[in-house]
């Protein structure tokens, strides 16, 4: 199995940015693709950005494209979202995923591992 462990989230005023880092162990060579979701609450689940983990081929959701970047290092097993120009819309728990089979990148169904999240929270 992977473990993953995000760090990074805390309180920003609109328009501030944060750096979220994910920390991948155990069996990471089986990730393919790896991702960000964020859920506020009483929300579902919603995809935020993704990165093919060998390659480097992304893709953003709509509402974060121009402002959030993802980037990964394979040789530390480290993933990261940078997020500038953050809005309060932006606030909820984030959480990193990996997708053993490079499905459907937006669907959370098709994640096998997640962290526990961080909270990110951004103040108008």
């Known amino acids: 199995q992977v473990q993953l462990v995000e760090s990074g989230g805390g309180l920003v005023q609109t328009g501030g940015s944060l750096r979220l880092s994910c920390a991948a162990s155990g069996r990471t060579f089986s990730c393919y693709v790896m991702g960000w979701f964020r859920q506020a609450p009483g929300k579902e689940r919603e995809f935020v950005t993704a990165i093919k983990w060998s390659g480097g081929i992304t893709s953003y959701a709509d509402s974060v494209k121009g402002r959030f970047t993802i980037s990964r290092d394979n040789a530390k097993n480290m993933m990261y979202l940078q997020m500038n120009s953050l809005k309060p819309e932006d606030t909820a728990v984030y959480y990193c995923?990996?997708?053993?089979?490079?499905?459907?990148?937006?669907?959370?169904?098709?994640?096998?591992?997640w962290g526990q999240g961080t909270q990110v929270t951004v103040s108008s």
């Open positions: 995923a990996a997708d053993r089979y490079g499905s459907r990148w937006s669907d959370p169904k098709n994640y096998d591992y």
